[in-house]
């Protein structure tokens, strides 16, 4: 299958700063990249949808000010928690889509003090 | 209703044992099918998509699709400890995105 990495896989940071999180295609081109965040024992829950050279589509309740995703490259898509406070702690996990499925990142841990 | 729903479980058998997982679907116009398992801390791994009804094997896992019902299944032979993982179904529904069910975490004891 498909391979998908994410860097970092955990981050801690303080209050008040910006965490950037990537998301690689390794041996395939992502035209289309997803971002899902999933609290302890739930499921995932789409953030967005991120689409190579425009801007990223966000589900309904997320900030997108907040969520700042770029996708530059039809293998790297960033993810940006700006100004990231407590309640942000979460497991992000990205995707990228082929044309049957998606394919998912390992996840980056995301602890904020 | 929901798009998709699952029995969150937990379920709990014996290593060897064969384990059913199911799920239901609410749209017929629904095409893409998937399994994913994930391991605590872990991003969901595919185990298998399919697109028709009937049975897909892959090893010891078989994927089954019933569109006249709306139902899907998972099936593990021979069922291992390190199988133990939530086990997610998901369709691709319009626009691409994918909605997933609940999670069925499924633990097998040797």
């Known amino acids: 299958g498909a391979v998908v990495s994410q860097h970092p896989s955990r981050v801690i940071c303080k209050s008040g700063t910006s965490v950037k999180i990537e998301c690689r295609s390794l041996?395939?081109?992502?035209?289309?990249m997803f971002w899902y965040r999933q609290f302890p024992k739930q499921s995932l829950m789409l953030m967005a949808t991120?689409?190579?050279?425009?801007?990223?589509?966000?589900e309904q309740g997320v900030e997108k000010d907040k969520f700042l995703i770029n996708h530059a490259s039809l293998t790297l898509s960033t993810l940006t928690v700006t100004s990231a406070h407590p309640e942000d702690s979460s497991f992000y996990i990205c995707?990228?889509?082929?044309?049957?499925?998606?394919?998912f990142g390992p996840g980056t841990r995301l602890l904020v003090l | 209703q929901k798009e998709v729903e699952q029995d969150p479980g937990p379920l709990s058998v014996p290593e060897g044992a064969i384990v059913s997982l199911n799920c239901t679907y609410s749209?017929?116009?629904?095409?893409?099918f998937m399994w994913y398992r994930q391991y605590s801390r872990k991003g969901p791994e595919l185990l298998m998509y399919?697109?028709?009804?009937g049975n897909k094997e892959d090893g010891r896992f078989t994927a089954q699709v019933d569109k006249s019902s709306k139902y899907i299944s998972l099936f593990i032979r021979d069922s291992q400890p390190s199988d133990s993982a939530t086990y997610l179904c998901?369709?691709?529904?319009?626009?691409?995105?994918?909605?997933f069910g609940q999670g069925t975490i499924l633990t097998v004891h040797p």
């Open positions: 995707s990228g889509k082929t044309r049957e499925t998606q394919y």
């Open positions: 041996d395939f081109q992502a035209t289309t």
């Open positions: 991120s689409n190579e050279g425009s801007k990223a589509t966000y």
């Open positions: 749209n017929s116009a629904f095409q893409y």
């Open positions: 399919t697109y028709s009804s």
């Open positions: 998901a369709i691709i529904i319009p626009g691409g995105k994918l909605t």
